[in-house]
């Protein structure tokens, strides 16, 4: 059986660290994230076809033309915008059985498990993967009776019920059906509607309810959320690279091949850090913090629950906390990042053009990739920086910055 993984979409939410790549390329705990769907896929497929459109030279090069031994296949979207469309571009590429999940979205493996076994069990024409909520209002609620799906509705509000994970088994059949969804009010095709026609037309399509833990990948703050997820509950601890004398590694703590730890870094777990990276002397690393390769995090710096990415660096007197730095960003001596409001009320970010509640107290900065950050820029909390943008020195940044910036004082 295949595995379809969309990966299409351009990730808007997720600016600025989408402004030049797509988000299953982004790394949490140091991997892209679509490599953990294809990890979680991968007992139940014999090879991954990925539907790909925006930035998809960032995909291929990335994952390439097989995953551990399975081979891995592209097809480019079609024309028009949605997830029917980009099931649709995988119709030469599938036999009759074939699974299909969002490329931004975090789950284990047991959801495709019961998928796989409850679509054959129950000769199903397609089978969903949902989980209960107490509060759908960020979701369309999946009416079910017994095995089956009745209809998926709208976002129904502050009510507890079934939601859609985004992970599908269906059969060729829906190909007919994708053909005659119609554009939805957010303008795009999409595979609800479609999942509609066909519970309209008789069609026998099951939910398949799944417990654990299930993160999408749609706005910054979920990128810190599964760090934390991924560093609790999947970390070993091993350290590869060389830890200096009078360093502290508070377990668990991976170090990647390369990295150097000099004395004086005190580093408590769960924490990742990737290869050939400088770390110290005299540095604080808390938990749920990931560093990626070739990064330095210098003398008198603190980092905490925070995603600094490739060859990025912290090097002298930074705080970073509750933060994430795209790749190739520098931070200038002194550099702080504040993630909590006076106030103690929830950060507030900008996503779309639209301020939303992240839900969270605590949110420092959202830096993008090639960012050169001045010394002693203070970044208000929940702020974001474009890419290949440069804050001069002294910045009190209480704004969020577009692309290719310059902020001077
Ligand atoms: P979304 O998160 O709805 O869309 P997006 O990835 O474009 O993000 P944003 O809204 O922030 O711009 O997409 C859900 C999944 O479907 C995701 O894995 C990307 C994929 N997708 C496509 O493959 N093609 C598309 O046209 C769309 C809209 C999404």
New binding site residues.
């Given amino acids: 059986m295949k595995g379809v ?10 600016r600025p660290l ?1 402004d030049d790549r797509p ?2 390329v982004l790394k949490v705990a140091n991997r892209p994230i679509i490599e953990y769907v294809m990890e979680n896929l991968y007992p139940f497929v014999d090879e991954f076809v990925i ?1 790909v ?2 930035q998809k030279e960032k995909i291929i090069g990335t994952i390439g033309d097989e995953f551990r031994g399975k081979p891995v296949t592209y097809v480019e ?1 079609l024309p ?4 029917a ?2 099931i649709e571009s995988a119709r030469e590429s599938v036999e009759d059985e074939f699974i299909v999940a ?4 975090y789950f284990e493996e047991e959801a495709v498990k019961e998928l796989v076994s409850a679509f054959r069990r129950e000769r199903a024409d397609a089978a969903m993967v949902v989980k209960h909520f107490d509060d759908l209002s960020h979701f369309g609620k999946v009416e079910v009776e017994g095995p089956k799906v009745m209809r998926i509705a709208e976002k129904p509000g502050k009510v507890a019920g079934y939601a859609n994970l ?1 992970i599908y088994a269906f059969r060729s059949s829906v190909f007919k059906f994708i053909e005659k969804t119609g554009v939805s009010e957010r303008g ?1 095709y999409e595979i609800t509607d479609t999942i509609n026609l066909m519970i309209d037309s008789g069609l026998k399509v099951i939910a398949v309810p799944y417990d654990g833990y299930w993160n ?1 990948i ?1 706005r910054p703050w979920n990128l810190l959320e599964l760090n934390e997820y991924l560093l609790k509950n999947k970390l070993r601890h091993e350290i590869r690279g060389t830890v200096e004398e009078g360093a502290t590694i508070v377990p668990p703590v991976e170090i990647g091949e390369g990295t150097v730890v000099r004395g004086g870094a005190y580093i408590i777990g769960p924490v990742k850090i990737g290869r050939n990276s400088r770390i110290g002397p005299n540095c604080f690393i808390r938990p749920y913090t990931s560093i990626g390769d070739n990064c330095h995090i210098g003398n008198a710096v603190e980092v905490k629950n925070s995603i600094i990415m490739d060859n990025s660096n912290a090097p002298h007197l930074n705080y970073v906390g509750d933060s994430i730095i795209g790749e190739n960003t520098n931070l200038g001596a002194g550099t702080i990042t504040a993630n909590l409001r006076h106030d103690r009320g929830n950060v507030k970010v900008e996503v ?1 053009g639209k301020l939303e509640d992240s839900g969270r107290h605590k949110l420092g900065a959202i830096i993008g990739h090639n960012v050169k950050v001045g010394i002693n820029v203070s970044i208000y909390p929940g702020r974001k920086i474009g890419s290949n943008s440069f804050i001069g020195p002294g910045v009190i940044l209480d704004r969020n910055v577009p692309p290719n910036s310059l902020v001077v004082v």
């Fill in positions: 993984i969309l990966a299409a979409g351009k990730g808007e939410r997720l989408t988000k299953v539907v459109r925006y979207q028009g915008e949605g997830t469309k980009a969002n490329g931004d979205i985004g795009e999408d749609g779309k």
